[in-house]
């Protein structure tokens, strides 16, 4: 099966020295912090952003690395440079990733009985274990038609928003994650998702919506309280894993989500859940 590269995104043409200059800017770096950083002189990179200086392909990788730009944007850095795109985007279906959705699949089917699901870099379902499948019972089946959006399906008031019992602080935590990932990727369908979800009904209730739940856990995480049905209130708390040195750009913006009950009667009911379903 042929490989397929994606195309870079650029609305215009644009030298490779104004990439890794808004690359640079981005991550808040001085010419000096980049070329210390780099192991190359400040003036070799300051000619290569002006354009007085064109980089070598392992140059223009080496100062991806250091910037830590997304595989996806180090092959728009290489075509601006002149060179072919290095990383392949397969889908997760390709027999060349089946190692990888084996991974995946065991990792989600392991976790039963507690939720867990794998999103893509636009936070859309990829897939999920039947734990949190189990959870998402009342939600607007616009919501649930694919591609769904795990952030829009949570914090929609047609969602799992009127469910969660502490709403206000995990929609400021939603949204406080999603804001870091649009400031580090300037990606813009990241950033129209994020001024969807400001728009979205917020809670009104006195104080810092950090003051109650998040008290339990030490003020260290933010649990998330979803109500279920017979009004049991189910706490969680959630980690995120990726791959490794990925080469691969789908693999690069995969992440599974894993949900671990927070106390002693969410373990108990999610193990019920499990065996009445």
């Given at each position: ?41 400040t003036r070799h990179l300051s ?99 694919p591609p769904i959006n795990v ?64 008290a339990d856990f030490g003020g ?58």
């Amino acid at each position: 099966m042929a490989l397929r590269y994606p195309e870079p995104v650029m609305t215009t043409a644009r030298p490779i020295g104004d990439h890794l200059r808004a690359w640079r800017q981005r991550r808040r770096m001085s010419q000096l912090d980049l070329a210390s950083e780099a192991e190359i002189s400040t003036r070799h990179l300051s000619f290569v952003e002006s354009g007085r200086a064109q980089p070598s392909r392992d140059m223009v990788l080496h100062l991806a690395e250091r910037l830590e730009v997304p595989l996806r944007d180090r092959n728009v850095l290489l075509v601006a440079a002149g060179f072919a795109p290095l990383f392949p985007e397969r889908h997760l279906k390709d027999p060349a990733l089946h190692s990888a959705r084996q991974a995946v699949d065991l990792v989600l089917a392991g976790h039963e009985p507690y939720p867990a699901l794998a999103i893509d870099r636009h936070w859309q379902l990829v897939t999920a274990n039947a734990a949190l499948q189990r959870l998402l019972a009342g939600a607007a089946p616009k919501l649930l038609n694919p591609p769904i959006n795990v952030l829009r399906l949570s914090l929609h008031p047609d969602g799992l928003a009127p469910r969660i019992a502490n709403l206000a602080e995990w929609r400021q935590h939603l949204l406080e994650r999603l804001r870091r990932q649009v400031d580090l990727s300037a990606d813009p369908v990241l950033a129209e998702l994020y001024d969807e979800l400001r728009q979205y009904p917020a809670p009104t209730r006195p104080g810092h919506p950090r003051d109650s739940a998040a008290a339990d856990f030490g003020g260290v995480v933010v649990p998330f309280r979803f109500v279920a049905d017979g009004g049991a209130i189910l706490s969680f708390f959630s980690t995120t894993t990726v791959f490794g040195t990925p080469l691969d750009i789908t693999l690069a913006e995969l992440a599974l989500e894993s949900f671990f009950p927070a106390d002693a009667g969410t373990t108990e009911a999610l193990r019920r859940l499990a065996n009445t379903a």
